[in-house]
């Protein structure tokens, strides 16, 4: 078992492969957090639980004096609001009487091997039982009878830790749950740096880096979707450490709705980091003998530095967290109409894309935005998901087939959470957009959004999608969100629940994600919210690949695939060669390789030179498409460092081969550049495909690849690919 409860001094230890994590039952029943770093042994961990019990101003717990004791300076392993601890809160309720003063003490616990689902909430999984330990421990707040039980899996040969936390109401009284986050650490000292993905449409996940301030940093999204501004993962990491070297704590929420971490640092020098729901705009009412779940947070730990906690994210993300047909099955080689063709198509128009797509060795054709109700532009018909006849003159059974005939699969676009103004389904239910009465709606790409939070409404959204895909040949599903969530409220909620409405939508989509994702298993799913505004883990559960980014240059894609790798496998990031300006298609391909890559362009434009250099890519993405897949990814040179170059290398789990791919920004003047190759074999000898040259692999880590004589040039790219002899 990777969890134990060392019963005489009553800790619970969770070891992974790169981890240990310590908390106990102190006296009085309090939690307290007493490790979380590179693995240790079960002796001395005595010496642990020495800390100082009190400070002025920090009050005592009512029995402290006998025991020592101050929730205040005690680092707490689910921290409470208004019992003695003035730092952030984990957890808070408000009671019958309108207080929030919450106490979680330890009640009891059970380990169990593997893993359970959250209802109605996605999560990572177990293939297989042994795969990971659970601990589930019970705490209670006596007076509001909250009931909560935090629940930590250790996926033990990741160095992963996942926590979630079950609220039930023990009582006979009602209470509101005001904060409830999935995850609460206590480190010691504020020697770290933090880490997060920023950044706005067009521009997702670049990097920022800051040391702690005291006081309180935050990242948060009150958008209704996890955001293109913000993303729901940050590191803490030791002071300097780097791609190699360096203790660094990962933490991702899988989560697509407002998220909020914040990091503070205290008086004492301590860090305290909480993620979860954000609780603003959140309350929850709970009943007598209701249960909330709030999400699943991931947890990290490596002392190897960034490099390999991304790497540890990516393994776990591939093995539990992207499910069905598309985890292990090679996904088809789209083209996808958008950038080619915007909503000005037809019948013929697509017949013709696919014909030439079939030319070039393109194997699905995805249709994108404009194919139903009256939609010209994107002033109208969001809910009509029926077939614009007018466009498509053979109906969509008659565009498939004929798309089918030329040898392509067909995938369609969605945006099931929108509605139009003007459209079909507003008029007749103008009460099903999310608004708040006497209020005007705020309207943003002319749209608004569907009250998802109403059964009946995502019910009948859901029958129309039904109905499409149960009828039609497709094989694949864009669904997107262009627009994020104002007057939130929900006109059939009582009052004291309009505090869910924000997190019952996403209950919402992830109810019908799953019912399209069960009843269609042979679909492939790829989300996108206006690019990767949710790129996020709760939408890898349903779909393996999200629309990195509407940004295709292929330039500023590289700052916004960097920092999306920081947790996010390239499997999961769509990335796709287009026409649009700035460098060449060798610089468009080498950047998209890097992801599930696709095509998003009009093959009737492109130049016999064209075609025949695109037939090409497609020849190369077969060939690499195993080690971008399933490979392991090492940044060698990050756009955030680095303004001239920037470099990246997939490697194969058996270390056989190597994918190294370098894009010269602009016109790098170095005389000399040996580019240091990592995650080798350095008994292994390589040869370099494209020069014949060999290696040994310990030369190419060490003293590196000479590119000295490499192409010059701003916006060129080249690949070095190795194979082991
Ligand atoms: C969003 C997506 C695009 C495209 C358009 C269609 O912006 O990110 O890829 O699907 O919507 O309206």
Redesign the pocket.
């Known amino acids: 078992m990777s969890i134990r409860f060392i019963e005489e001094n009553k800790i619970f230890k969770l070891d992974s492969k790169t981890s240990t994590y310590i908390f106990g039952v102190f006296e009085g029943n309090y939690l307290v957090h007493y490790y979380y770093g590179a693995p240790i042994p079960d002796t001395d961990v005595e010496q642990l639980r020495i800390r100082p019990g009190f400070a002025s101003f920090c009050p005592d717990s009512p029995s402290a004096r006998v025991f020592n004791f101050s929730p205040d300076v005690t680092p707490l392993e689910y921290s409470t609001f208004g019992a003695g601890d003035f730092r952030l809160s984990a957890f808070a309720v408000k009671n019958s009487e309108g207080n929030k003063v919450t106490d979680l003490r330890y009640v009891s616990h059970e380990i169990y091997s593997g893993k359970k689902p959250i209802p109605g909430l996605p999560s990572l999984y177990v293939n297989t039982e042994d795969e990971a330990d659970t601990l589930e421990v019970l705490t209670e707040d006596k007076v509001t009878g909250a009931r909560v039980t935090l629940v930590y899996t250790v996926f033990k040969e990741y160095g992963a830790i996942t926590r979630c936390v079950k609220v039930e109401n023990a009582s006979d009284k009602p209470f509101y749950i005001d904060t409830v986050h999935s995850l609460c650490i206590d480190l010691p000292g504020n020697d770290y740096e933090m880490l997060d993905l920023y950044g706005r449409w067009v521009k997702e996940r670049s990097l920022d880096r800051y040391p702690l301030h005291r006081g309180i940093q935050s990242i948060k999204s009150k958008r209704g979707s996890s955001s293109h501004n913000h993303n729901p993962f940050t590191a803490l990491v030791s002071k300097g450490a780097n791609e190699d070297y360096g203790e660094c704590y990962g933490f991702n929420l899988v989560y697509s709705s407002n998220f909020s971490i914040d990091v503070e640092v205290d008086g004492f020098r301590s860090s305290r980091l909480v993620m979860g729901i954000n609780p603003e705009g959140f309350s929850w009412y709970l009943a007598p003998g209701e249960t909330f779940y709030a999400p699943e947070a991931v947890m990290v730990y490596t002392n190897k530095g960034l490099g390999e906690m991304s790497r540890i994210f990516h393994r776990l993300y591939a093995n539990n967290l992207i499910r069905g047909k598309w985890k292990k099955a090679k996904r088809p080689l789209l083209i ?1 109409n ?1 950038e080619g063709t915007g909503m000005n198509f037809d019948h013929d128009k697509l017949v013709s894309f696919a014909k030439h797509a079939k030319d070039i060795g393109l194997e699905m054709l995805v249709m ?2 404009g194919w139903f109700g009256k939609r010209d532009h ?1 002033n109208s018909s969001l809910g009509d998901w029926y077939v614009a006849e007018y466009k498509l003159q053979k109906g969509l059974s008659g565009l498939i087939k004929e798309v089918n005939d030329c040898g392509l699969k067909f995938g369609i ?1 969605f ?1 099931p959470e929108m509605i139009s103004p003007d459209s079909d389904i507003y008029r007749a239910h103008p009460d099903w957009c999310l608004h708040t009465e006497g209020r005007d709606k705020s309207i943003a790409r002319t749209q608004y959004v569907i009250d998802y939070s109403r059964k009946e409404v995502r019910d009948h959204i859901y029958s129309m999608m039904y109905d499409i895909l149960s009828n039609n040949n497709i094989d694949y599903v ?1 669904w ?1 969100f ?1 627009r994020n969530l104002t007057e939130v409220s929900c006109a059939q909620l009582p009052p004291e629940k309009q505090g869910e409405v924000f997190h019952r939508f996403v209950l919402g989509t992830y109810e019908i994600m799953d019912r399209l994702t069960t009843d269609f298993p042979h679909i492939l799913l790829e989300n ?4 990767g505004g949710r790129f996020d883990p709760g939408m890898l559960y349903y779909s393996p690949q999200i ?1 990195t980014s ?1 940004n295709t240059d292929p330039i500023e894609r590289l700052t916004i695939q960097f920092g999306t790798s920081m947790c996010y496998p390239a499997s999961t990031m769509g990335a796709h060669v287009s026409a649009n300006r700035r460098t060449g298609y060798e610089t468009k391909m080498n950047v998209a390789l890097w992801g599930s890559f696709g095509y998003e362009l009009d093959p009737d434009k492109l130049t016999p030179e064209e075609k025949a250099e695109i037939k090409d890519q497609i020849a190369l993405y077969h060939k690499y498409y195993d080690v971008i897949h399933y490979g392991e990814l090492y940044r060698l040179i990050t756009p955030f460092e680095n303004e001239f170059h920037v470099a990246w290398e997939l490697v194969s789990e058996d270390k056989n081969e190597a994918l190294v791919t370098v894009v010269e920004i602009k016109r790098a003047y170095d005389e000399f550049f040996m580019l240091r190759l990592k995650g080798l074999d350095p008994e292994k000898l390589y040869e370099i495909e494209e020069t014949g040259d060999t290696f040994s692999g310990a030369y190419l880590m060490n003293a590196g690849l000479n590119l000295t004589h490499r192409p010059h040039g701003d916006g060129l790219s080249y690949r070095v690919h190795l194979l082991a002899k």
Do not use: L, R
């Open positions: 996808n958008w994108d935005d994107d676009w945006e864009k997107d262009n996108c919210s206006g690019g629309w509407d």
